[in-house]
């Protein structure tokens, strides 16, 4: 079984709906992510998170918002979606035992289409 | 803050060596990553440079120079699965954000025959 799962793979949803991307990790790490991939300008971070109470914005933050359920789940929603809210999201993880941030585990990616 | 350059595609030929670069500017940080993306999958982790120099692991060769504000990935012995995107990344060295990563905008190598 996979270490970082995310769902759904693929949404489609139309402008002004709420969605919920869900990520789960059994790695047993504390540091989550949120990380949206646009073609050519690769991975900029959304939100990230310590632990349960602990929630950070990153570079891209503003039409997202983030839960934080337990340690292992972390979820990114999109409270009244936007076309260009179309992308490749994905949820990393990391903790003490991979030397810290610089060595983060990637889920397999949801790719949202906003019509 | 923090930007880094890179290449947006090399292309090279089986069983060659090729050289991805990595120019920065930041602030300040911890060490240099390097993750591997291929077509449709999720990056993955390369190797990690904290100090100047070269970290070799395998084929995959990682460099530094603080000094150069410059780092590269090297791959030797090229093979058709290296196809893939290559993306640098820094950590910074300040208050929360030395948790998170920031990336390059990924340099996508070809590997023809």
């Known amino acids: 079984d996979a270490d970082v799962t995310q769902t ?23 540091r989550m992510y949120w990380y949206r991939q646009d073609p050519g300008l690769g ?7 310590f632990d349960v109470k602990d929630i950070n914005k990153g570079e891209i933050s503003d039409g997202y918002s983030v839960s934080r359920q337990a340690q ?11 076309p260009n809210q179309t992308a490749l999201y994905f949820c990393a993880t990391s903790g003490p035992g991979t030397g810290g941030a610089y060595e983060q585990y990637f889920g397999p990616g949801t790719r949202l289409t906003v019509t | ?10 292309t090279a030929v089986e069983g060659a060596i090729v ?29 990690y440079n904290a100090l100047d120099g070269l970290e070799e692991t395998g084929r995959f060769s990682s460099f530094l120079s603080r000094s150069d504000s410059y780092g590269y ?6 093979q058709m699965k290296d ?15 030395s948790y ?13 025959p």
Not at chain 2, 22 to 45: E, I, N, R
Not at chain 2, 73 to 78: F, I, K, V, W, Y
Not at chain 2, 100 to 112: A, N, R
């Open chain 2, 83 to 97: 196809s893939a995107s290559y993306f640098c990344a820094v950590r910074p060295n300040s208050g929360a954000g």
């Open chain 1, 72 to 82: 292992a789940k972390f979820s990114l929603s999109l409270e009244s979606a936007i």
């Open chain 2, 19 to 47: 050289q991805i670069n990595c120019t920065y500017q930041t602030s300040g940080f911890y060490g240099l990553s390097w993750y591997q993306q291929h077509d449709g999958g999720a990056p993955t982790f390369l190797s």
């Open chain 1, 43 to 49: 991975l900029r971070l959304i939100y990230y998170s």
């Open chain 1, 8 to 30: 759904p793979r693929n949404r489609i949803t139309k402008t002004g709906k709420r969605i919920m991307l869900e990520c789960s990790q059994t790695k047993g790490h504390d």
């Open chain 2, 1 to 10: 803050g923090q930007s880094l350059e890179q290449p947006s595609e090399v």
């Open chain 2, 100 to 112: 998170q990563l920031t990336f390059g905008k990924g340099t996508k190598l070809s590997v023809i």
């Open chain 2, 73 to 78: 990935l090297l791959l030797q012995e090229l």
